[in-house]
Structures are given as C-alpha cells and as structure tokens.
C-alpha cells in the first residue's frame, strides 16, 4: 500500500481557507491502483479539495481483497 501525494488546492489557498474534508468512492483493482473514482461529499464545497482529492489517487496503491490467497478487485 502507498499513500497518496496530497497538495492542498490553490482555489482554497486564495480563499484563505485553511482545511477540507473529502469523502471519495473507488474501485481498488487487483494490481492495487485505484479506479472509477468520484465525490461523494467535499467541505467546504468549490474549494478545490475534491479535485486534489482525485488526482492525489493517481498515485495511491492499495492491498487489495484476496479469495484464496488471489488479488481480486471489488
């Protein structure tokens, strides 16, 4: 597993907001990278979190699940 790379959002910089919370949806494949990603919620909203958020699990790895000792995505 890799954590991913977070840079904080210009747009939230600008607007002197200090920090955001963003919950995301992926689907983890079984070579551990992370797909189909989208926004379930961003606070505050327009700031840029949710975008950083997305590129940030470019680089992200995960331990995917196993059925029998197989990486399998879900």
């Known amino acids: ?38 926004i379930v919620s961003e606070e505050p909203s327009g700031a840029g979190f949710g975008q950083a958020a997305l590129r940030a699990m470019r680089s992200a790895r995960f331990s995917p699940g196993t059925v029998d000792g197989v990486a399998t995505g879900g």
Not at 11 to 16: D, L, Q, T, V, Y
Not at 31 to 37: D, E, K, L
């Open 1 to 38: 597993a890799r954590q991913p790379r977070l840079e904080f959002p210009e747009r939230a910089a600008e607007r002197g907001v200090e920090s955001g919370r963003v919950t995301l949806s992926c689907t983890v494949n079984p070579n551990g990278s992370a797909t189909n990603c989208s």
